[in-house]
């Protein structure tokens, strides 16, 4: 063999050694990527809960695409806080509720404590119902059935933390990806102009009054308390023993976490409305509960289309009331150190949508009332996680920068002040 042959074989293996050196570090960065994703897919199930159905289908069926805009701006707010959230849990050790007690007088924890339980178990019951009516729409079965069953498949999910969080996070995740799978299927059934989505998408409108109400409520739907303390919980698992730079690249991982759980969760969020707009608004329908959309898909779009709806409310009840419960365990646990056996605690979250359904409450006017109840502690978590994440001495380095601090004051002020009009709207009579 001569000079050139030795030489033309050298190069090529080693092409063949970079190649495959660049291939395994790729694969390595995405198991490393891997072992950080899932407290934020646990999170995102809140922004895809059965509130979120009911506020979306009701927006596109009668203002088209038109408010598609607010599900983008609702969840670029939702991001925001999320990161806020898990910077507080990697940077102190502890979670929201955890550190409130260390920073607020007793007094004033008490009061968190009492509103942010009733905030959990009005969430848990919402979401609760959104399984009972999957099982209804989907198989059925009476309501008070559903209702015992969903709290036998609310209560094993969250049981199965005994074998550790990730095991958890993997079954939300699949629930999300059955509820993402059945928004695709809507969409290829429903056949969206496409270009009116983008335009929609990018340009904010309001066409009257009324729009203003329903956006009101599709923003006041999509932020949720509960997993604001959650998810500074849900970081901990894989904060133990840290170092500083070890820590920065924990956060680093998580912002990538939240990025693709949250825009997963946008664009099924969007895919509602889209799919309301051009199944529902394109025939002139008006639909103002759940129950009426899984009627009318069927017999517009067929059985496959009804189907993968109440698939996907029953995997978003089960995914909710379990992240619901979970959160309850954490305020219930956090504020004043109350301890209270972790069956209890689950059991006091879940209750009182088994009421609702056994005392045959109207389950959309109870949705409703949960959302009124979940908007007087949205401050309260809010304002206290902001306060908490603005003070160096607690957090060190990762202390909110001045840009930071503003945007997030920003951020809270156009919240709140859209639940104020929500809950003002809902107390005239005009809700």
């Known amino acids: 063999m001569n000079k050139e042959s030795i030489l ?3 190069y090529d293996l080693e092409s063949v050694e970079n190649r495959v050196n660049h291939n395994l570090s790729i694969l390595n960065k995405f198991k490393n990527l891997l072992k950080y994703l899932g407290p934020a897919f646990v999170v995102s199930v809140a922004y895809i809960d059965p509130g979120n159905f009911a506020t979306n289908i009701s ?5 088209n695409y038109s408010l598609v805009w607010v599900i983008l701006w609702s969840n670029l707010m939702a991001i925001f806080l999320q990161i806020m ?10 979670n929201l509720t955890q550190m409130c007690r260390e920073v607020f007088s007793k007094r004033m924890n008490w009061f968190f404590y009492v509103v942010a339980t009733l905030a959990a178990m009005a969430t848990t019951m919402a979401e609760f119902l959104g399984g009972v009516l999957g099982f209804y729409l989907l198989f059925g079965i009476p309501l008070s059935y559903s209702a015992i069953l969903t709290a036998i498949v609310t209560f094993i999910i969250i049981y199965l933390q005994k074998y550790g969080q990730r095991v958890v996070e993997i079954i939300i995740t699949l629930l999300v990806a059955v509820i993402c799978v ?4 809507e969409l290829f059934l429903a056949k969206p102009e496409w270009p009116q989505v983008a335009l929609h998408t990018l340009i904010p409108s309001l066409p009257n009054g009324q729009a203003v109400l329903i956006a009101v409520g599709m923003l006041g739907a999509t932020v949720m308390p509960h997993v604001i303390y959650l998810h500074s919980q849900l970081v901990q698992c894989r904060n133990t023993g840290l170092t ?8 680093r991982m998580e912002k990538v976490d939240i990025f693709i759980a949250m825009n997963i969760a ?3 969020n969007a895919a509602m409305v889209v799919v309301s707009a051009s199944v529902f608004y394109s025939r002139g ?14 017999p517009l779009l067929g059985g496959l289309s009804s189907g993968a709806f109440g698939a996907a409310l029953l995997a978003s009840g089960f995914s909710s009331s379990s992240v619901g419960a979970m959160a309850g365990e954490t305020i219930m646990d956090g504020f004043v150190d109350l301890k209270i056996p972790i069956t209890i605690r689950r059991l006091i979250t879940m209750l009182p949508g088994v009421i609702v359904i056994v005392v045959g409450v109207n389950p959309m006017k109870a949705l409703l009332m949960s959302q009124v109840c979940l908007s007087f502690v949205l401050p309260v978590a809010i304002i206290s996680m902001l306060k908490i994440t603005s003070r160096k001495d607690l957090m060190g380095d990762f202390v909110n920068k001045p840009f930071v601090k503003s945007l997030g004051w920003i951020i809270a002020t156009l919240i709140i002040g859209m639940n104020a009009v929500l809950l003002y709207l809902t107390f005239t009579g005009n809700v």
């Open 285 to 298: 329908i008006s639909v103002d509960s759940i129950e009426q959309a899984h009627r009318s898909l069927e």
């Open 8 to 10: 033309k074989n050298h």
């Open 266 to 268: 946008f664009i099924v």
């Open 182 to 185: 059945s928004y695709t299927i």
């Open 59 to 63: 927006g596109g069926s009668i203002f």
């Open 85 to 94: 959230s898990a910077k507080l849990g990697i940077a102190t050790g502890k």
């Open 244 to 251: 500083l730079d070890e820590k920065k690249k924990h956060l």
